[in-house]
């Protein structure tokens, strides 16, 4: 059984930080690309970042700069460390396990709410 658990979501104030992790059973975690993505209130899910299984990196156009994705494969964890937050930041971030073809995996989201 696959299971992704989220955690270290939370309130913030703007301008501030907040680390995210994600622990993966069940998978051969160092073979799987891992994602973060994020869904707001009434908005569709978006790719927030993503890291492959050679640590190659990519983000979404509107945390570049602040967020930083890193996995540790010995710990089968991703984490997301969130800098300079904004109100914009605020959704339920969801962490993903995908491999081609056929295996993709959600986690059942963390709660990020920035507000002064």
């Known amino acids: 059984q696959v299971v992704l658990v989220e955690s270290g979501g939370g309130l913030v104030q703007p301008g501030g930080s907040l680390r995210l992790s994600c622990v993966a059973s069940g998978i051969s975690f160092s073979g799987y690309v891992m994602a973060w993505y994020r869904q707001a209130p009434g908005k569709q899910r978006e790719l927030v970042a993503y890291?492959?299984?050679?640590?190659?990196?990519n983000y979404g156009d509107s945390v570049k700069g602040r967020f930083t994705i890193s996995r540790d494969n010995a710990a089968n964890t991703v984490i997301l460390q969130m800098n300079s937050l904004e109100p914009e930041d605020t959704a339920v971030y969801f962490c993903n396990a995908k491999r081609r073809p056929l295996n993709n995996y959600w986690g059942q989201g963390t709660q990020v709410t920035v507000s002064s």
């Open positions: 890291i492959s299984s050679g640590n190659d990196q």
